[in-house]
């Protein structure tokens, strides 16, 4: 366990829910009551009153074949229409659903009624270029209208989408393009970030040229950027001559309940990311009904925004399938949190007058650095309700957020979930369950967790152990695509049933669950996963090394940060007069090869890394190094003395 809590046990508070607040809040104590009576009639009750069916459905769970589920199979409903067209049936297409403020400071509104028109035609013209039922279709696109469009009018055809994050290299993008064979890329010709724009297509262009597949039949570019792009005449379309010209109707049809909606890739413990996928009914009933009661939404007068970009899954249930399920009013930014100022954020919540804000602790921590005088500046009496995701968020920085940005007494909600399990599955209800800062709390009603011991048994009362789901719940993944033996073998293979999620936990004396990081090599950088072993292998793919191995060693800012422990090929020792400049130049590569968010930290050039007698590179030991600590137990190293060797090349 990597990540440990920053707090001494008697700074623990905890804050009950003001009255004011409990009186007009979404949740009440009933959701427990009745999730705990009869789990499964919940969730039914649930998905009959958040979603429309096209066809009702009267089975809620299979569970004859674990682990793979199948939730209300056999109804019928179309994913987009839930989004969309029903909102505007209902009388409120003039609803605004996004606010979207572009990173140079241009911004549009658009409705529920414009919304639905544009996912119509671009859904027309997706159909028009051969995409149907159950085709993949890769979306690599900045923070722009045109990515939530996209993802709906992928859906609403019962077409499978991938969002790939905008910020992943050529090679990420192709792997992802072969694993899933994707017929279709949509992107940009770039987008803005810190002032510039950064390059799309012409990543997309590489890529194609890397697939090994070559399924891809056609790339539909949106004009953002401006930047000067390559064509190809037979491949490639413009959004704005296709999509904007194309029909306006579009009639939808229902699909099964566990017709697939995504695939998302994220990092394992191999080298190699999972495309771990999700189906239609479930995922959308648990998105949208911890949108509604963890965020406590009252569609008609809040403005909701949640900072995460659509390429990771909080964007996918956090931006687009779980508010817009709620018909909610939205932002939508494009930029980072200090372009072209550092108040940037906080001039947009007083722009919009935003009143749930729902980001990551690696955000937070890197406001409170800055100091509360930028936040300060700007008027924030809006918010009046704050989450957390992606992170253990430490009591300091909680305290903080609560005070600085939330005005010291509105609720903060410090949501557990992941990639896998779709959708919010430990957090307090805002109005209902006392606050604790720095814990996660309690499981949402209608969901199951337990601590277990590493030999499977549970942990009773005050204790830690392995985090799991014992019960099936709605939105959770339904396996990773192609590969059924790795989807048992890394949630499955444990605990039998329980589902494990690669977290360790533990249970304090009022039954409050706090997230202690991952017990695997899977890092968590700045709220983002990366896989220890990928790393690796990028840098052993450089032809100067000859053996790596990369740690996450805890950061102020970013949770983690990538710490990198390299040998150098003793054939290449005349190239590399420079040590220094060796790593730069393997930081440089890393970037380029998975993406600028997995860039080392810190290289470093040694000779020798700890091993054990069977040859197992001891990670434990370069953390402690990484992290500036004494270096623990060495008895188990194959050679005791090698780590007094490293230390001296680390300083
Ligand atoms: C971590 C992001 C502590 C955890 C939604 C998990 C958290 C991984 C929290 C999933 C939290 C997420 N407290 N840790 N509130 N939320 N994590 O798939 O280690 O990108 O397994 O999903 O992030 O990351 P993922």
Not at 151 to 158: N, Y
Not at 466 to 481: A, D, N, Y
Request: aromatic residues 8%.
């Amino acid at each position: 366990m990597t990540v440990q809590i920053d707090h001494a046990l008697e700074e623990i508070r905890r804050f009950r829910p003001s009255p004011e607040f409990a009186a007009q809040a979404v949740a009440d104590e009933r959701l427990y009551e009745a999730a705990a009576a009869d789990r499964l009639g919940f969730w039914a009750d649930q998905a009959r009153e958040l979603l429309q069916w096209e066809k009702p459905f009267t089975r809620t769970l299979d569970w004859s074949n674990p682990p793979f589920a199948k939730w209300f199979d056999d109804g019928e409903l179309n994913v987009a229409v839930n989004c969309l067209d029903r909102h505007v049936a209902a009388g409120n297409g003039d609803r605004v659903a996004l606010h979207w403020e572009g990173e140079p400071g241009d911004s549009r509104d658009i409705t529920y009624a414009e919304l639905t028109d544009e996912v119509k035609r671009a859904a027309n013209v997706l159909e028009g270029l051969g995409v149907g039922e159950g085709d993949r279709v890769a979306i690599y696109l900045p923070m722009i209208p045109e990515a939530v469009v996209s993802m709906l009018a992928v859906a609403r055809i019962g077409a499978v989408h991938s969002v790939v994050f905008g910020g992943f290299s050529a090679d990420s993008l192709a792997s992802r393009i072969d694993d899933a064979e994707a017929s279709l890329v949509i992107t940009a010709d770039g987008g803005y970030r810190k002032g510039k724009v950064f390059p799309l297509k012409p990543v997309v262009d590489e890529a194609l040229g890397k697939t090994e597949k070559g399924t891809v039949q056609n790339v539909l570019v949106v004009r953002r950027g401006e930047n000067e792009i390559a064509w190809d005449d037979a491949r490639d379309q413009w959004w704005h001559e296709t999509v904007s010209a194309a029909q306006a109707e579009h009639t939808a049809r229902g699909f099964g309940a566990e017709h697939p909606l995504f695939i998302l890739y994220t990092s394992g413990t191999t080298g190699k990311p999972k495309g771990i996928l999700h189906t239609s009914g479930g995922y959308l009933t648990q998105a949208a009904f911890t949108h509604k009661n963890v965020f406590d939404l009252h569609p008609e007068t809040d403005v909701y925004w949640c900072t995460a970009d659509v390429g990771w899954v909080t964007g996918h249930s956090y931006v687009v399938y779980g508010p817009l399920a709620n018909g909610a009013t939205q932002v939508l930014y494009e930029g980072t949190p200090d372009t072209p100022h550092p108040g940037r954020w906080w001039e947009i919540v007083e722009k919009y007058k935003v009143s749930i804000l729902y980001t990551a602790p690696t955000a937070i921590r890197s406001f409170m650095k800055l100091g509360r005088r930028i936040p300060q500046e700007f008027n924030l009496r809006s918010l009046r309700l704050l989450g957390s995701v992606g992170e253990p968020i430490n009591p300091e920085a909680w305290i903080w957020y609560r005070h600085v940005i939330g005005g010291g007494s509105i609720p903060v909600v410090d949501t557990w979930w992941q990639t896998e399990t779709g959708a919010i599955m430990i957090s307090a209800l805002p109005g209902v369950t006392d606050l604790k800062p720095g814990s996660a709390q309690v499981p949402i009603p209608g969901i199951s967790i337990d601590i277990l011991s590493d030999d499977g048994t549970p942990v009773e009362g005050e204790g830690g152990g392995l985090l799991v789901v014992t019960e099936p719940w709605p939105s959770m993944l339904r396996g990773i695509w192609g590969d059924p033996e790795r989807f048992k073998e890394t949630y499955w293979e444990k605990f039998g049933d329980k589902y494990f999620a690669g977290d360790g936990a533990r249970r304090d004396e009022d039954g409050d669950i706090w997230l202690l990081g991952r017990v695997d090599d899977v890092m968590n950088v700045s709220g983002h996963r990366l896989s220890t072993a990928e790393i690796e292998s990028s840098l052993v793919a450089h032809p100067w090394t000859a053996e790596a191995a990369v740690v996450g060693a805890s950061d102020e800012t970013t949770g983690q940060a990538v710490v990198a422990f390299v040998i150098l090929k003793a054939s290449q020792a005349e190239q590399v007069t420079d040590v220094a400049e060796a790593a730069d130049e393997l930081r440089r590569h890393v970037a380029a090869q998975i993406g600028a968010i997995a860039r080392p930290r810190q290289v470093f050039i040694v000779n020798e890394l700890p091993k054990t007698r069977s040859g197992k590179i001891m990670r434990r030991l370069l953390r402690d190094l990484a992290e500036g600590r004494e270096v623990g137990d060495t008895t188990t190293l194959a050679d005791t003395s090698i780590m007094q060797v490293i230390s001296a090349q680390v300083r």
